[in-house]
């Protein structure tokens, strides 16, 4: 009996890094039934971070728990398709410089399949965004990649900086506004075109691809005339985005009086 509780506790270490956090569903897949997540949590090996959720003891029981931590193990062992995107994958990439207000940060997430509910209430340093990948992309879709976080090096799954702006371009004007969006694009002058063509070609939403060639061309990148146009569906009629705004004639959007129409 000795012996197997030393084996299970050291398969757990093996499995569960210090720091990252699984549920019941996990514990059981891997064999730690009911009885033995509660010795270990009386014994001091895991310890509850809220109502089904586990973790090794980190010492920290008070503090929120970086949101990276969350996000990682939900990619990387609980096997779910989220990744961080919009605005939060832009800043992670050092492409934005918005200030940021007081309190907690937004952080946004995509995925296909529905999250734990567990991920709401979990005590993080950010409050998340979940919003549905699908509405925008295909689970194969290119335009993701992933991003050293830690003193571990684990990886985190982000969009790259042509998806993710296309999934902030989605949010806007409710959550996202037209002046960010410029701003962000005029400082994006290395883009990949090759990534931005497959990028465009593979979204969904036509108000997006508008808008995003709108900016590129309103900034005259480089980039933009290495693009294929005749192979980006960008469908048909006019697409009212910003109410009351002046119709875009090339790409047949409104866009807001404050902003020109042109190039």
């Not at 992309?137 to 571990?152: E, I, V």
């Not at 506004?177 to 939403?205: G, I, N, Y």
């Not at 469908?235 to 119709?247: N, T, W």
Request: hydrophobic residues 40%; charged residues 25%.
């Amino acid at each position: 009996m000795v012996g197997q509780k030393n084996e299970k506790i050291n398969q757990l270490h093996r499995l569960l890094p210090e720091g990252l956090v699984v549920d019941t569903a996990w514990l059981e897949k891997h064999g730690y039934r009911r009885q033995w997540r509660e010795k270990y949590v009386a014994q001091g090996w895991l310890e509850g971070v809220v109502r089904g959720v586990y973790q090794r003891p980190t010492g920290n029981v008070d503090q929120a728990i970086a949101w990276q931590r969350v996000i990682i193990s939900l990619q990387r062992l609980l096997d779910k398709s989220v990744h961080v995107g919009g605005r939060s994958a832009l800043e992670l990439q050092g492409l934005t410089h918005y200030l940021r207000f007081s309190g907690k940060p937004e952080v946004h997430l995509y995925a296909y399949g529905s999250l734990p509910g567990w991920v709401e209430r979990i005590p993080t340093d950010a409050q998340f965004v979940e919003h549905k990948a699908d509405k925008l992309f295909d689970a194969d879709a290119p335009g993701r990649t992933r991003l050293a976080w830690g003193h571990w090096g684990w990886e985190l799954d982000v969009s790259a900086p042509e998806r993710a702006f296309c999934e902030l371009l989605d949010l806007l004007p409710s959550r996202e506004t037209f002046h960010q969006a410029d701003v962000l694009m005029e400082s994006v002058r290395t883009l990949s075109p090759k990534r931005v063509q497959a990028v465009l070609e593979a979204c969904r939403s036509v108000k997006v691809k508008r808008l995003f060639l709108w900016f590129a061309e309103r900034h005259a990148h480089p980039w933009f005339g290495r693009l294929d146009l005749k192979r980006i569906d960008l469908g048909r009629g006019k697409r009212q985005i910003e109410v009351g705004g002046r119709l875009d004639s090339k790409y047949q959007i409104t866009v807001p009086e404050t902003l020109d129409a042109g190039v």
